[in-house]
């Protein structure tokens, strides 16, 4: 059953971005699932590097929160900035 659960999720990732690179494994994916109604969808294909939140982290842009960042203790929303 996780199998086809990480389908749904992944088919819910690409909504907007078919293309849009989706590990299901990662923390801001997790993050994502988590809050998924809430922030929306990804509209970048991929991760970029975002100097945000006092550094420079790996993030996304979501349609409904903006810029979330990745730091080492987990996701943090930014917005949009």
């Known amino acids: 059953m996780a199998v086809a659960n990480e389908a749904v999720w ?3 990732w690409r909504g ?3 293309n849009a690179a989706y590990r299901h494994t990662w923390g ?3 993050a994502w699932r988590a809050n998924a109604d809430e922030w929306g969808f990804p509209l ?3 991760q970029h590097e975002y100097d945000a ?3 420079t982290y790996p ?3 979501f349609s ?3 810029l979330v960042v990745w730091k080492p203790d987990g996701a943090q929303v930014v917005g949009w900035p």
């Open 64 to 66: 409904g929160i903006g």
């Open 53 to 55: 939140a006092g550094g």
């Open 44 to 46: 970048t294909d991929d």
């Open 16 to 18: 907007v971005r078919p």
């Open 59 to 61: 993030g996304r842009v």
């Open 10 to 12: 992944e088919a819910r």
């Open 28 to 30: 801001l994916e997790g």
